[in-house]
């Protein structure tokens, strides 16, 4: 059976591009200004005050993950306090030497691991389908696990310690994914699966993207009437049923043309167009180019 979790990981084919140790002791506060990549903090040891743009305040502890999938400004420090330093993340992502906030001296009083990530398939409808605004974990054995491993490894200077970090990061981001479904967060592919009536229609259009799919089908699998699967299904996946099949067969297309060498025509035929021309028109009209072009671009 079709895992959509597991496909739209795959494509976005995550990785860390970078991480750091951050660490702070005292009385401290850093503001960092707009960045707009997927950035993830892991805190290791203590805790802090994290308060993003647009929500509210986080009190951070120890084994807790968070992860912003197109990071606003935010603030972080050790309390509620109005003087803080300026930083500008893309500067500070040039460096990768591990940071300290506050005094500089003597042991800290939290300890985090932070970094972002770069996703090799750039597609904004299909990440947004995924990753909620602001993604905060507390309290998942499997997740603290994790956490453990990356600052042991961070700690550590063995060989092989990038590729390591690398892919516990890789399984953070997916196990962090898996506790983000449920009602409690925004719509999105996670809280879809989490819906009983609409999990077995996301595993069939992932499934068989190349069938001819109407609401009327997908509704009948959901045991709802039309109305009521377009309605449940736009307000927990925040989209329309068949955008967001026509945003999974796009997906697939640029993976196809992109990463498996596949022509137009077979790629028109896998995600379910009878014709190049209606393939074609479609593709542009989403990616904003043609599929022909698109394969041409380098990877």
């Given at each position: 059976?079709?895992?959509?979790?597991?496909?739209?990981?795959?494509l976005?084919?995550?990785?860390?591009?970078?991480?750091?140790?951050?660490?702070?002791?005292?009385?401290?506060?850093?503001?960092?200004?707009e960045?707009g990549?997927?950035?993830?903090?892991?805190?290791?040891?203590?805790?802090?005050?994290?308060?993003?743009?647009?929500h509210?305040?986080?009190?951070?502890?120890?084994?807790?993950?968070?992860?912003l999938?197109?990071?606003?400004?935010?603030?972080?420090?050790?309390?509620?306090?109005?003087?803080?330093?300026?930083?500008?993340?893309?500067?500070?992502?040039?460096?990768?030497?591990?940071?300290?906030?506050g005094?500089p001296?003597?042991?800290?009083?939290?300890?985090?691991?932070?970094?972002?990530?770069?996703?090799?398939?750039?597609?904004?409808?299909?990440?947004?389908?995924?990753l909620?605004?602001?993604?905060?974990?507390?309290?998942r054995?499997?997740l603290?696990m994790?956490?453990?491993l990356?600052?042991?490894?961070?700690?550590?200077?063995?060989p092989?310690?990038?590729?390591?970090?690398?892919?516990?990061?890789?399984?953070?981001?997916?196990e962090?994914?898996?506790?983000?479904?449920?009602?409690?967060?925004?719509?999105?592919?996670?809280?879809?699966?989490?819906?009983?009536?609409?999990?077995?229609?996301l595993?069939?259009?992932?499934?068989?993207?190349?069938?001819?799919?109407?609401?009327?089908?997908?509704?009948?699998?959901?045991?709802?009437?039309?109305?009521?699967?377009?309605?449940?299904?736009?307000?927990?996946?925040?989209?329309?049923?068949?955008?967001y099949?026509?945003?999974?067969?796009?997906?697939?297309?640029?993976?196809?043309?992109r990463?498996?060498?596949?022509?137009?025509?077979?790629a028109a035929?896998?995600?379910?167009?009878?014709?190049?021309?209606?393939?074609?028109?479609?593709?542009?009209?989403y990616?904003?180019?043609?599929?022909?072009?698109?394969?041409?671009?380098?990877?």
């Amino acid at each position: 059976m079709s895992d959509p979790l597991s496909d739209v990981v795959r494509l976005l084919r995550p990785r860390a591009v970078f991480s750091k140790g951050i660490s702070g002791a005292g009385t401290w506060a850093v503001r960092y200004t707009e960045f707009g990549e997927p950035s993830f903090c892991v805190v290791l040891e203590g805790g802090c005050r994290l308060t993003i743009d647009g929500h509210a305040p986080i009190a951070l502890e120890a084994g807790d993950f968070v992860l912003l999938p197109a990071t606003p400004g935010f603030t972080m420090g050790s309390g509620d306090t109005h003087f803080h330093t300026r930083i500008d993340p893309h500067a500070a992502a040039a460096h990768t030497t591990d940071i300290r906030h506050g005094r500089p001296d003597g042991p800290p009083d939290v300890r985090l691991l932070g970094g972002w990530f770069l996703f090799d398939a750039h597609d904004p409808a299909l990440l947004a389908s995924l990753l909620p605004a602001l993604v905060h974990v507390r309290g998942r054995s499997r997740l603290s696990m994790l956490v453990r491993l990356l600052g042991e490894e961070a700690d550590a200077d063995q060989p092989g310690r990038e590729i390591v970090l690398a892919r516990l990061i890789d399984l953070l981001l997916v196990e962090t994914l898996r506790a983000s479904g449920g009602e409690e967060n925004p719509p999105g592919l996670l809280r879809g699966l989490a819906d009983a009536r609409l999990a077995p229609t996301l595993r069939e259009k992932h499934a068989r993207p190349a069938h001819g799919w109407t609401v009327e089908q997908l509704a009948k699998l959901a045991a709802l009437s039309r109305s009521a699967f377009f309605d449940r299904f736009t307000r927990q996946i925040g989209v329309a049923p068949m955008e967001y099949l026509l945003s999974w067969r796009m997906a697939l297309a640029r993976d196809l043309l992109r990463h498996q060498d596949a022509s137009v025509g077979e790629a028109a035929e896998r995600v379910g167009y009878g014709s190049l021309s209606s393939f074609s028109a479609a593709f542009s009209r989403y990616v904003g180019m043609s599929p022909a072009r698109y394969a041409r671009q380098p990877a």
